[in-house]
Structures are given as C-alpha cells and as structure tokens.
Nanobody
C-alpha cells in the first residue's frame, strides 16, 4: 500500500521559508520517483518538484525554480521540499506524491499522492 505522511506546512510572511517533509514506506520510497503537487484556491492541481531514486535528477515547475529545492534522505525514507522566498501565489495545499511523469523537463503529474499539508503565505 502507498502510504505518505506529510508535515511542515503552516503560515509565513512573504519572503519567508518553510520546509516540508514526506515520510514513505521503505518499498514506496526505494522504488519510486517522488515529488510534490500543489493546488491553490480556484486553481488546477500542478506539479511542483520531482526527484528520481538516485537523487541526481530533479525537476521543477518554472514558477518555483531557483526558490524551491527537493531532496531525499535515504536513511530516513524521507523526501523534503525546502521553500524559500515564498510568495502569496505559493499558497495552497501541498501533496507528497509518487510515480512521476516528466514532460519538457518539468514535473507534469504523479500517479498517487498523500493527504496534503496546508501552506499559507501572507502579504
């Protein structure tokens, strides 16, 4: 069973930072490309970032490139999303996700995702 547990969401001022964490089962973590989806109020779901098992291949949405960094800690079966220079338009529900689909070097979609954690950026 795919089991993903997200944490680290909250409210921050514009320009601030948050670090999201996603802990997966050993099987899910080791066999999948993992990443993050988000959906803001009234917006479509979009891929934010993705990372392949080896850790050397990462992909980002244009809107977050240079501000967000995805990483994985293989000793903890955990994926992280470090979010810096946050903007109000980053507000939304963030979902840890598995089974990446990459299009044009961007995280296009995922096969499964977790329950989500809320991120709110205040002007």
């Amino acid at each position: 069973q795919v089991q993903l547990v997200e944490s680290g969401g909250g409210s921050v001022q514009a320009g601030g930072s948050l670090r999201l964490s996603c802990k997966a089962s050993e099987y899910t973590y080791s066999s999948n490309c993992m990443g993050w989806l988000r959906q803001g109020p009234g917006k479509e779901r979009e891929g934010v970032a993705a990372i392949y098992p080896g850790g050397g291949s990462t992909y980002y949405a244009d809107s977050v490139k240079g501000r967000f960094t995805i990483s994985r800690d293989n000793t903890k079966n955990t994926v992280y999303l470090q979010m810096n220079s946050l903007k109000p338009e980053d507000t939304g529900m963030y979902y840890c996700a598995v089974e990446c689909t990459v299009r044009n070097n961007k995280p296009y979609d995922f096969g499964y995702w977790g329950q989500g954690t809320q991120v709110t950026v205040i002007s």
